[in-house]
C-alpha cells in the first residue's frame, strides 16, 4: 500500500488517479481548493472506508501551501501527482490587452505550487519516492502551433524546474519526472480529445510504478515513452 498524494482531485485526470489508486488498495490524499466542490470525489471517499480523504489545498494561495502541506496526516510520502492547471488565455494576446492577472494565477497553479508542494512535502519522501509534475506537449519544441502563451511557458517551465529539482535530489533516492499525460477528454481537453481519463491514467501509474532514480529528471509521455523537448 503506497501513500499517493494528489493535487487537482476533484475532477479529470486527478480524479481518475484517485480512483484507480484507491481501487489498487493504496491510500490516497486527495487536495483540493474546495473540499465541498466535487461530489464525485466525495462519494468516492464516502464509500472507500478511509482509504480515500479529502484535503484542502490553493495552489494559488502559494503562502498557504506549507501549512496546508502540514495538515495532511500521512507520515510518508510514496507518490505525489502534482496534477492541478488552468489553461489560462487562449489567443489574442498579441494584438489585445494582457490578462497579467491570468498570467500571474496561471504560473502560480502550474509553476510555483509544484515546487512549493513538493518542498512542501519532501521531509516525508525518502529513498523510492516518487513526484510526477504535470506538463503538457504545448512544453516541446515539437508543438507546431501558436497561443496559449502562459501555459506553454508554465509548462516548458515546469519541465526544466523538475529536472533542476531531479539532479538535487537524486542522493537522496527521489525520482521527479515530467509528464504529458495525452490529450485526455476532460473539462481542459475537451470532448473531441484522444484519450480517456481511464487510458491516460492506466499509463500514467503504470509508468509511476516503474519509475527509478535512473530516469529522474525526464519528460515522459503517458505511454511510458520519453517525450521529445
Ligand atoms: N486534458 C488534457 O488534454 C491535458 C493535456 C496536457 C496536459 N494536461 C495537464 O494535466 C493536468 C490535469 O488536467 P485535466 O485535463 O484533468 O484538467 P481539468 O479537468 O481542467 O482539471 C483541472 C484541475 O486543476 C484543479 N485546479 C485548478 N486551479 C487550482 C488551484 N488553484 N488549486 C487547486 N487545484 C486547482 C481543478 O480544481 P477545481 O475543480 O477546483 O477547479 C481541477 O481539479 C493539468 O495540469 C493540465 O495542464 C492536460
Known amino acids: ?13 486527478g480524479l481518475e488517479l484517485a480512483r484507480t489508486h484507491a481501487e489498487r488498495g493504496d491510500r490516497v490524499f486527495a487536495l483540493v481548493r474546495d473540499t465541498a466542490k466535487s461530489e464525485d ?15 484542502k489545498l490553493d495552489a494559488a494561495d502559494l503562502a498557504g501551501i ?7 496526516p500521512c507520515d510518508s510520502v510514496d507518490v505525489l501527482y502534482n496534477v492541478a492547471g488552468v489553461t489560462g488565455p487562449i489567443s489574442g ?21 509544484p515546487f512549493a508542494i513538493t518542498k512542501a512535502f519532501l521531509p516525508k519522501m525518502g529513498e523510492g519516492s516518487k513526484v510526477i509534475n504535470f506538463s503538457s506537449q504545448l512544453a516541446a519544441s515539437t508543438w507546431p502551433y501558436g497561443g496559449f502563451y502562459v501555459y506553454v511557458a508554465t509548462k516548458a517551465g515546469l519541465v526544466a524546474l523538475t529536472r533542476s529539482m531531479a539532479i538535487d535530489l537524486k542522493d537522496r533516492g527521489i525520482s521527479l519526472i515530467s509528464l ?26 503504470a509508468l509511476t510504478d516503474r519509475l527509478t532514480v535512473e530516469d529522474s529528471g525526464g519528460f515522459f509521455k503517458w505511454n511510458g515513452e520519453p517525450h521529445p523537448l
Open 1 to 13: 500500500m503506497a501513500n499517493v498524494i494528489i493535487t487537482g482531485a476533484g475532477r479529470g485526470i
Open 41 to 55: 470525489l466525495t462519494a468516492l471517499a464516502d464509500g472507500s472506508n478511509g482509504a480515500v480523504s479529502v484535503h
Open 66 to 72: 506549507p501549512a496546508a502541506a502540514a495538515a495532511v
Open 93 to 113: 494576446e498579441l494584438e489585445g490587452d494582457t490578462d497579467w492577472d491570468a498570467w500571474d494565477l496561471a504560473i502560480d497553479v502550474m509553476l510555483k505550487a
Open 180 to 205: 504529458h499525460p495525452g490529450w485526455v477528454k476532460t473539462d481542459m481537453g475537451g470532448p473531441d480529445a484522444d484519450i480517456t481519463t481511464e487510458e491516460s491514467v492506466a499509463g500514467i501509474t
